[in-house]
């Protein structure tokens, strides 16, 4: 089993950045392919960035290219997603994810990840 602890969400201005952290335990970290995914109220969750097992792989959903970078550090179990730029439409739950595929299937499967964390709210004010 592994289990996900998302920290570092919080309000934030637009045009600022704001770094989430993925803190993982309970398998080896660096089997897993790493994704992080959001939910704004009443709409669907998406797909936002993932990360190879390696790290030498990254993927990013449209609307956050240039803005959002995924990284990892396997010595530590964690994944982090650095945000900048921030608009109101951040505005969300952001949620971690694991699962033994690829990063590449995390990223146009939105469901069925291996395991999930709580999620951390960011919230961006104009």
């Known amino acids: 089993q592994v289990q996900l602890v998302e920290s570092g969400g919080g309000l934030v201005q637009a045009g600022g950045s704001l770094r989430l952290s993925c803190a993982a335990s309970?398998?080896?970290?660096?089997?897993?392919?790493m994704g992080w995914f959001r939910q704004a109220p009443g709409k669907e969750r998406e797909f936002v960035a993932a990360?190879?097992?390696?790290?030498?792989?990254?993927y990013y959903a449209d609307s956050v290219k240039g803005r959002f970078t995924i990284s990892r550090d396997n010595a530590k179990n964690t994944v982090y997603l650095q945000m900048s730029s921030l608009k109101p439409e951040d505005t969300a739950v952001y949620y971690c994810?694991?699962?033994?595929?690829?990063?590449?299937?995390?990223?146009?499967?939105?469901?069925?990840?291996?395991?999930w964390g709580k999620g951390t709210l960011v919230t961006v004010s104009s």
């Open positions: 990360i190879s097992r390696s790290g030498g792989s990254t």
């Open positions: 309970g398998r080896t970290f660096s089997r897993d392919a």
């Open positions: 994810a694991a699962d033994r595929r690829t990063a590449q299937v995390m990223s146009v499967m939105v469901h069925g990840m291996d395991y």
